[in-house]
């Protein structure tokens, strides 16, 4: 059998793919979260890119919108 490597995380965003990988211990994250982390490391802007995501009719659901717009306003206060 093959060894699994270590240090991989899994870009995913399907929900069963996601549930899948979460049962097999599988280290992921979805767009979302790949967009939050660059934020957090000032690499983007994170309420333009969204709305720009929005607009190319990605799916999400607004409260998980919502609740990234307000950390980034969060960060932007405490001058993160």
């Known amino acids: 059998m093959a060894e699994l490597e270590t240090d991989v995380l ?3 965003d399907e929900s069963a793919g996601r549930l899948e ?6 280290p992921h994250t979805g767009t979302l979260g790949v967009l939050r ?3 957090i490391e000032h690499l983007i802007d994170l309420p333009s890119v969204l709305n ?3 607009a190319a009719n990605f ?3 607004q409260s998980l919108v919502a609740d990234l717009l307000s950390e980034a306003a969060d960060r932007k206060r405490q001058g993160d």
């Open 52 to 54: 720009h995501l929005l």
């Open 59 to 61: 799916r999400v659901s």
């Open 21 to 26: 990988a979460s049962r097999r211990g599988i």
């Open 10 to 12: 899994l870009l995913i």
């Open 37 to 39: 982390r660059a934020a």
